[in-house]
């Protein structure tokens, strides 16, 4: 008989295992008994440690990263509508009195405004330039506002028989023909904001939309979302920076 089991012996005793079972782990007592695995060194949980901060430390910094690329692809934030309005012919003088003028030239057709909040008063497809927007006297320019301007768009269709919007997107030109979505909608994979249909002059007046947003960092731009009417020449550059 080998040396004892006291375990084996208690279980036996008890009556919990046969005396087979009993003779059979006497006779091998040790091929029973659990060998403990080595414990892993201070070493190596130090280093477990630290690969799991820096897993932690990228996915912060990856989920950051992908945050700021998509800030850097909306137009504007915070966006506001107002109801549309007919505007009475009487009234658009006052209405362009309440625009914030900005340095104009001519030379590269192109408006820069200083910070602060921003009202701008867009006249779109007037009889004397057909099928153009027109800010501050200028066709379709290239705007230039700083980050984080609250900028209020009020576009006036002048058009005497076609509907129109100002619309502002995160895709350039070219521009096909088919109809593009307005406020809120897709242009392919860019997004887009803007007024809703403005309906054509009437002898009561000009259909007209205010929107507000606040400018998001990029390089933008406005169009009319009709079919057609952007690959025709209506859209310029909105330039946030």
Not at 115 to 144: E, K, R, W
Not at 186 to 198: A, H, R
Request: net charge neutral; proline share 8%.
């Amino acid at each position: 008989m080998s040396a004892t089991d006291p375990h084996s012996d208690r279980l036996y005793a008890r009556g919990e295992i046969s005396r087979e079972e009993w003779m059979q782990r006497r006779s091998s007592p040790t091929s029973l008994t659990p060998v403990p695995g080595p414990r892993p060194s201070g070493s190596s949980r130090t280093t477990w440690l630290v690969v799991a901060v820096f897993l932690v430390v990228a996915i912060v910094a990856a989920t950051a990263f992908l945050a700021s690329l998509g800030a850097r692809n909306v137009p504007g934030t915070n966006p506001t509508y107002l109801p549309l309005k007919q505007l009475a012919p009487a009234d658009l003088s006052a209405l362009n009195a309440s625009a914030t003028h900005g340095l104009a030239f001519a030379g590269n057709n192109s408006l820069w405004f200083s910070p602060g909040p921003v009202t701008l008063v867009v006249d779109v497809s007037p009889p004397t330039h057909d099928m153009a927007f027109v800010v501050q006297g200028l066709l379709n320019p290239t705007i230039h506002v700083a980050p984080g301007t609250r900028v209020t768009i009020v576009a006036v269709n002048l058009d005497l028989d076609m509907y129109h919007t100002w619309t502002l997107a995160t895709n350039g030109p070219p521009y096909g023909s088919m109809p593009m979505m307005g406020s809120g909608g897709m242009m392919g994979s860019g997004s887009m904001m803007g007024t809703t249909m403005l309906g054509p002059a009437t002898s009561q007046g000009f259909w007209t939309q205010q929107v507000s947003f606040t400018a998001s960092a990029g390089t933008y731009w406005y169009l009319c979302a009709v079919a057609g009417h952007a690959s025709e020449g209506m859209y310029g550059r909105f330039v946030v920076q």
